[in-house]
């Protein structure tokens, strides 16, 4: 608030009249300031610092390299590491979730229910995509799995209907679970999927694209033909995929539910491991993500985001046996102390596709354990 003496002097000022001759050309002074230039000593020429002061050794008042040979190295990435995607022959399965989709007597909301829904899932024959469609399972959707492995896509559906018969003893009705190849970065192998589907479905309502992989090498040297190939089945997939289903939901005038598998890759830079081009991928998902909410909003067509942070699946346990040190480092920088398992996906998927999130889109759920917000 003004104080008066201040406001009395400027309204003052303003009263005060001009003469007629002035009124029309008299411009307000322009006052010159005069200001010395500022420099500042560099870091390496800094000849106050005596090298004691372990405070000021961890400032930027220090000359480089002053604070040890640990400088920043926790915020850097390494290009020492280097880790390739691995052949398909090489993959390790992804086991069945045990005790997950059985009766149970717990009070839940209704709107969680996928009871007569159809529910495809991308990558859907391991890792991620695998636990996440046996959640859907559990909630009541049917599910047909999209893998570039169609003989493990098959085994993978048998398993989960075996598991849920054990699950569920004395049940009527079986959930139909399908399986279906596609390379989901061809657009052919994409429309060819999506007509398998509905004519084993007769109808998509819920859309989950998880198909996508990483690799670990700095942005140099990463092979082109390979970081094309990445981007294709991230970024492309996706896309495809979400313009099929959603093409789909608008000629049968009927709502639906997408949601696409980011990371927390797509909001921060990994350490230690390079990966600019995975990053930049997730990144472009996490925003087609939104803008696709906004095109497809007056057609009841919700999109979402997940974006899962360290995961403990089949593979990553692989790379982890392999190299013990990034576990070490990745969960020293995960609030909670650890890192994520697939199941921890179940809810969140389950919730976003369910019209217990209908006035939810364009949303980004983290699953991260805390990872993105220290």
């Known amino acids: 608030m003004f104080k008066q003496s201040v406001v009395r002097a400027f309204g003052a000022i303003n009263n005060t009249a001009l003469p007629t001759t002035l009124a029309a050309t008299a411009r307000p002074a322009m006052r010159c300031f005069a200001r010395p230039l500022s420099s500042t000593t560099m870091r390496s020429q800094n000849k106050d610092y005596d090298g004691k002061d372990p405070k000021i050794a961890a400032t930027t008042q220090a000359p480089q390299g002053a604070s040890g040979s640990q400088e920043g190295q926790f915020a850097r990435t390494d290009e020492s590491v280097q880790i390739e995607y691995p052949p398909d022959s090489e993959m390790p399965k992804q086991p069945i979730v045990q005790g997950r989709g059985g009766m149970h007597f717990k009070r839940t909301l209704a709107s969680f229910s996928l009871e007569n829904k159809v529910s495809m899932v991308t990558g859907g024959a391991r890792g991620l995509g695998l636990v996440m469609g046996q959640g859907l399972v559990a909630s009541g959707s049917d599910l047909a799995i999209v893998d570039l492995n169609k ?23 079986m959930p139909n679970i399908t399986a279906h190849y596609a390379d989901v970065a061809n657009p052919d192998s994409v429309n060819e999927a999506l007509a398998e589907v509905l004519a084993k479905h007769q109808q998509i309502d819920n859309l989950v694209t998880s198909a996508g992989f990483t690799e670990n090498f700095d942005a140099i040297s990463y092979p082109f033909d390979r970081m094309k190939k990445l981007w294709g089945v991230n970024v492309d997939g996706t896309y495809l995929f979400a313009i099929g289903v959603a093409k789909h939901l608008m000629e049968r005038k009927a709502p639906g539910s997408i949601v696409m598998i980011g990371s927390m890759s797509g909001a921060i830079v990994n350490v230690p491991q390079p990966q ?4 930049a991928a997730k990144a472009a998902v996490r925003h087609l993500a939104a803008s696709l909410a906004v095109e497809w909003a007056a057609h009841d067509i919700r999109v979402n985001c997940i974006s899962p942070g360290y995961m403990l699946t089949a593979l990553t346990r692989k790379i982890l046996d392999e190299n013990p040190q990034l576990r070490d480092q990745w969960t020293s920088l995960i609030p909670v102390g650890k890192m994520g398992v697939p199941e921890d996906l179940m809810g969140a998927v389950t919730f976003l596709l369910s019209d217990a999130s209908k006035y939810v889109t364009g949303a980004e759920l983290r699953v991260d354990g805390g990872y993105t917000v220290t």
């Open 151 to 173: 003989a493990e896509a098959e085994d993978q559906a048998g398993k989960l209907i075996e598991q849920f018969r054990k699950e569920n003893p004395g049940i009527e009705q």
């Open 276 to 279: 600019a081009p995975y990053n």
